[in-house]
T-cell receptor, first 114, second 113 residues
C-alpha cells in the first residue's frame, strides 16, 4: 500500500480561504516532501521537511510534521484560483540506503473558486 | 540552471508494439534518475531508479525495462506493450546522495490501444 495517504481526496474552497491537506504515513522517514501537479503536467516541488523538524514555512505555505503520529499537514493561506491543482505528499523512508527514493500518496485535488 | 526534458509528450501505440521513452537532464552531473508511472487520478508509482551509468534498480515487476547509456540520459523501454502500460510517465532527477528534492520532467502521456 502507499506510504503516504492524503486526506481529503478532494477539497473545494473559495478564493481567500485557507486550505489544509493532511498526510499520514506508516514507517520511519528521513524527510517528507510536498509536491504540486497541475492537470497533465509534471510535479513541482513545494517544500521538504526533515524528520527532526516540526514546522516549515515558504511564502503562503506552512507544513507541519508530527513524527509521533506519523502525519503531516500542508496549509495554504489566502488561496488563489491559481492554486487549483493536485497536491501530493511523498516520504523518503529511513534506514538503509534509500538513494532518495520517494513513496507518493494518492493526492488531494484542490479546487479554488474565484 | 538545471533542466529536464522528456519526449515524446504524447504517444499512442498499438498493443504488442515496442516503446522507447527518453529523458535527459542538463546542467548537473551524476544525478540520481527515476522513472514513475501515474495512473489517471492516482499517485505516482516508482518504476526504476538509477544512481549511475548501468546502475539501475527495478521497483516493481513489469513489462518495462530501463537503461542509462549516458550519465544524464535515462530511457524507458518495452519490447511489447500491454493495455495496462497506458498511463502518464514521469522522469525525475535529484542530486546524488539522497535526502533531496526531486525535479520532474513534463511527462509522456502513453495510450496503448
Amino acid at each position: 500500500s502507499q506510504q503516504g495517504e492524503e486526506d481529503p481526496q478532494a477539497l473545494s474552497i473559495q478564493e481567500g480561504e485557507n486550505a489544509t491537506m493532511n498526510c499520514s504515513y506508516k514507517t520511519s522517514i528521513n524527510n517528507l516532501q510536498w509536491y504540486r501537479q497541475n492537470s497533465g503536467r509534471g510535479l513541482v516541488h513545494l517544500i521538504l521537511i526533515r524528520s527532526n523538524e516540526r514546522e516549515k514555512h515558504s511564502g503562503r505555505l506552512r507544513v507541519t510534521l508530527d513524527t509521533s503520529k506519523k502525519s503531516s499537514s500542508l496549509l495554504i493561506t489566502a488561496s488563489r484560483a491559481a492554486d487549483t491543482a493536485s497536491y501530493f505528499c511523498a516520504t523518503e523512508n529511513a534506514g538503509g540506503t534509500s538513494y532518495g527514493k520517494l513513496t507518493f500518496g494518492q493526492g488531494t485535488i484542490l479546487t479554488v473558486h474565484p | 540552471s538545471q533542466t529536464i526534458h522528456q519526449w515524446p509528450a504524447t504517444l499512442v501505440q498499438p498493443v504488442g508494439s515496442p516503446l522507447s521513452l527518453e529523458c535527459t537532464v542538463e546542467g548537473t552531473s551524476n544525478p540520481n534518475l527515476y522513472w514513475y508511472r501515474q495512473a489517471a487520478g492516482r499517485g505516482l508509482q516508482l518504476l526504476f531508479y538509477s544512481i549511475g551509468i548501468d546502475q539501475i534498480s527495478s521497483e516493481v515487476p513489469q513489462n518495462l525495462s530501463a537503461s542509462r547509456p549516458q550519465d544524464r540520459q535515462f530511457i524507458l523501454s518495452s519490447k511489447k506493450l500491454l493495455l495496462s502500460d497506458s498511463g502518464f510517465y514521469l522522469c525525475a532527477w535529484s542530486h546524488g546522495g539522497g535526502s533531496d528534492t526531486q525535479y520532474f520532467g513534463p511527462g509522456t502521456r502513453l495510450t496503448v490501444l
